[in-house]
């Protein structure tokens, strides 16, 4: 019996998803990915695709753009609003190019064009993972740090009311108001008075997010200046976008009453994202 190549602790842990309608070339994937050491499962359909994304979380999608039925743009965009943050390489042919370059628009981290290389999708599974990996990493150490700099916000506002100063430094209110929007900083609960009232709890994070939109409601902010108001720190746009999409998706999921329609939570295409109070 063949035994995986390269395989690693992170390889095994590493799990692809499969989409193609062909049943030999999701046979050819299935074996060579796993031969590297990942953990492969197949769709036969855009349907069947989205059925496995809805109960299992991928690491990464290797997708077919021309399947009967769904295609896979369409493909793409709902597995979006399911994953938002899963790395997907486009399969392509010539005569599909065009759907690919759409796929690229909406995300996707690379396309192959069909036939291709045994050694060129392996080196293009391994960039894409490893980019996202770098991404989450990034998105962790900076939840730490914001993390870190609220720890040292409350001790610098405590000692501040211990001392004899006649203007201490006010800690952050733990209720924030703005439009239906009302959030609860310690706790980190938001609730949101609408039909029907809403009330969500929020990571670290998403918190952090949300309190930069209601102190510049109805204000455009760009990704990367969100991420300094929220986070204190001062990335390029592009990576800027990488980490705050994943935030917007979650907290419409977590806020608006229709997530696919935003109604507070607005995008300007091509500049940012504000809170809408209309």
Not at 199 to 228: I, P, Q
Request: contains cysteine; neutral net charge.
């Amino acid at each position: 019996m063949a035994k995986p190549l390269n395989l690693s602790e992170s390889d095994i842990m590493t799990r692809l998803l499969v989409v193609d309608d062909e049943a030999n070339i999701r046979a050819g994937l299935r074996d060579l990915l796993s031969l590297k050491g990942y953990h492969v499962e197949e769709a036969g359909s855009g349907y069947e695709a989205l059925a496995l994304l809805e109960n299992t979380t991928y690491d990464l999608m290797v997708l077919d753009m021309r399947m009967p039925g769904m295609d896979g743009v369409e493909v793409m965009r709902r597995a979006r609003n399911m994953q938002p943050d899963l790395p997907i390489i486009v399969l392509t042919a010539h005569a599909s190019l065009e759907s690919a370059i759409a796929a690229v628009k909406l995300g996707a981290a690379d396309y192959l064009l069909k036939p291709f290389e045994v050694e060129d999708l392996l080196a293009t599974v391994t960039r894409a993972l490893r980019d996202h990996n770098e991404r989450l990493r990034r998105q962790h150490l900076l939840d730490m740090m914001g993390k870190a700099l609220n720890t040292l916000r409350e001790t610098e506002g405590s000692t501040a009311s211990r001392s004899l100063s006649p203007s201490p430094t006010p800690s952050p209110k733990r209720f924030l108001r703005v439009g239906p929007i009302t959030l609860d900083r310690q706790r980190r609960l938001v609730t949101v008075q609408d039909e029907p009232t809403r009330k969500a709890e929020l990571t670290e994070g998403e918190t952090d997010v949300l309190v930069a939109l209601m102190n510049h409601a109805e204000e455009v902010l760009s990704c990367s200046k969100l991420v300094e108001t929220a986070m204190g720190y001062e990335p390029d746009e592009w990576e800027a976008q990488s980490m705050i999409r994943p935030y917007i998706f979650r907290l419409r999921r977590k806020i608006e009453k229709t997530p696919e329609k935003p109604r507070l939570i607005r995008t300007v295409r091509g500049r940012g994202y504000f809170l809408s109070l209309t």
